[in-house]
């Protein structure tokens, strides 16, 4: 039996979905996070029968007329898959606006029962709902269901309320019938019809006590937090104590402790293999655990920032961010809903491209979609510590925090120079959001999350990075007649990754095949930068001389040292690899949900030339700054970047002139 579960954003469908199934599907104090379908067996502890259960959880929805791809994921899926039943999770703290979408779901044909959800927070706000005059007057099971409760409540009594009704046949309690409606007015009549019935059904069962003091004082915080000029340096300084707090204060401390330990384990295998081969202790020790080990190290600064990112979601404050963000992204021709893509890509940006599904207009969602990675992402984390950390540890916090303000920032050209090339001006458009209310936020699912995303993390640690680290050693170890390579310079990766090493000198500063094959493995996984450093600087010290190294300006750990770049040269190099083309999964992703070649070419073109002018500028006025000179590389590189900004330009104007032709055709039609 297939079990759907419908129901408006942020209704804590999803929340009721992993409770009755024992999944983690991410979930969200805001709406836009489900924007497709998943499938889960409901757990023998939630129903006693015999019979298999199986939960769908779909993509919240506001109308059965679906406004955003996300709303036709759920309408064409009720619509042509007919689930057995629908459990409709209905917010009890917004019942007006939810029973909309359950009197569109009654006229289906298909029973539903209604899970009557945030019931602890009506009785909080001693807000009452006669559950059982509601019941009659829609004709189908009220229950009411707490979906975040340890306890479970009200979910047993769903899932065997659901089996109870399926096959049977419920009378929809109002119905606009199946006439197709001939205009948008006509539309827009019978909707309000439909919510003047719905209101006077809330009129009968909902009694709600006067606004509270609590409610007030929450308003008063909301005119603060949401307001554009205090909002903004607010969020700012939220997201530098999230920075701070994982990169300096604790993640570094759990981080230490558990390198420590790794790096017990990794010498108890090299004294194992003692008496082996050298180079197949080179290849598994310093290689592959070696490699591992480096992004593994970084696992605890990711971890804290997932648990803090999770806490601020709970709470309800991101859902404030996206709010005083949407001005603003307004102004550069972006739909207010670009935020949450933006704003869920810190997680990860497969959901974040994802979830700019929820943009109705074409152009905007293919926007979004191609500026949603330059938010750097949790994979991400690892370079940006082993780079701030190497090369500024006094000021990692800061440096972690600016580059998050750098893709912001980026995020806003590249939408002004989108808008420029395909002709868009900036434009009003309308972001309606709900606002949940505060509350403290859950330690339990917030540590839940934290194990989620991590335990991801190390899953990709130990098959993507565990086998590129692999392959990357083997290329390093042999040349290309597969004998054991004289030096590292003379090995198939180096002769793979040299060409690439010469377009990254005006970005760097020195020709290092090192940084280049690190970039180029970066693609498939950004954590690959970090492990594919830690193998090819391993036993390197005789490539690189001490001495002279010893004058250079930040060269000031040994890892800096390693290196062998400057502080201008490390946030080039970081700063390349943030805002070049992210992991190919992705730019899968992108793929998916752009569905243009074209377009997904211009974005990978877009994101590479503005990670690679991005990191030349950098180098090269950090370069300036500290020896009054231009770096290396500055005619090279600035060759390249004039070729992108020429490019752009052309573009652009080849837009002009098109809508110039148009303005000047339709004047002579009409005069």
Known sequence: MRIAFAGNPNSGKTSMYNALTGRNEKVGNWAGVTVDKKESPIRKSMYKGTEKLVAVDLPGAYSMSPFTSEEGVTSEYVRKEKPDVIINIVD??????????????????????????????????????????????LG????????????????????????????????????????????????????????AFVN???????????????????????????????????????????FQISQTWVGPVVADALVGGLESFQEWVRGFFETANPLLTALLVDGVIGGVIAVIGFLPLVMVMYFLIALLEDCGYLARATVVLDPMFKKVGLSGKSVIPFVMSIGCAVPG??????????????????????????AKIPVISLFAGAFFSEHRGIISAAMYFSGIMLIFLGALLINKITGNSAKHSYFIMEIPEYKLPSLSRAFA???????????????????????????????????????????????????????LVPVVGVLSWQLAAAAITGFIAKENVVGTLAVCFVGLDNLIDTEELALMEGAGT???????????????????????????????????????????????????????????????????????????????????VAAFAAILSFLIMRTKKRLAAERAGKELRNG
């Not at 975040?148 to 096959?167: F, I, N, Q, W, Y």
């Not at 809330?202 to 308003?219: G, H």
């Not at 943009?359 to 949790?378: K, S, Y």
């Not at 990709?460 to 007649?481: G, P």
């Open 558 to 640: 040994e890892v800096a040292s390693a290196f062998a770049i400057t502080k201008a040269a490390a946030l080039a190099y970081l700063m390349f690899n943030l805002f070049s083309p992210p992991c190919f999964a992705a730019i899968g992703a992108m793929s998916a949900e752009m569905k243009s070649a074209k377009w997904l070419w211009a974005g990978l073109g877009l994101q590479l030339g503005v990670g690679y002018t991005v990191g030349f500028f950098v180098f090269q006025i950090g370069t300036i700054g500290m020896t009054g000179g231009v770096g290396a590389g500055f005619v090279p590189g600035g060759l390249a």
């Open 92 to 137: 009890a703290t917004n019942l007006s606006r939810s029973l909309f979408f359950t009197t569109q779901l009654m006229e289906l044909g298909i029973p539903v029962v209604v899970a009557l959800n945030k019931s602890d927070i009506n009785e909080k706000k001693k807000t009452n709902i006669d559950v059982s005059a509601l019941s009659k007057r």
């Open 353 to 378: 491209v994802m979830a700019s599904r929820t943009i109705h207009n074409e152009r905007e969602r293919r926007a979004a979609t191609m500026l949603a990675p330059f938010m750097p992402c949790g």
């Open 200 to 242: 006077g059904i809330v009129a009968q069962v909902e009694t709600r006590a006067a606004l509270t003091r609590d409610r007030n004082s929450q308003d008063k915080v909301d005119a603060v937090l949401t307001n554009v000029w205090f909002g903004i340096p607010v969020f700012a300084v939220v997201m530098f104590l999230v």
């Open 449 to 503: 999350t934290m194990c989620s995303r991590g335990w991801a993390y190390i899953v990709k640690a130990a098959t993507i990075i565990l086998i590129c680290n692999t392959v990357v050693q083997i290329m390093q170890s042999f040349d290309w007649s597969f004998r054991v390579a004289e030096s590292a310079d003379t090995s198939i990766l180096a002769s793979i990754a040299g060409p690439f090493a010469y377009l």
């Open 140 to 195: 189908c099971p009220v229950i009411k269901t707490v979906s975040t409760s340890a306890s479970d409540e009200g979910l047993r009594e769903v899932v065997h309320a659901a089996v109870s009704v399926a096959g049977s046949v419920q009378k929809a309690p109002y119905t606009q019938g199946t006439r197709v409606l001939r205009d948008k007015a006509e539309a827009e009549e019978a909707d309000r019809r439909r919510y």
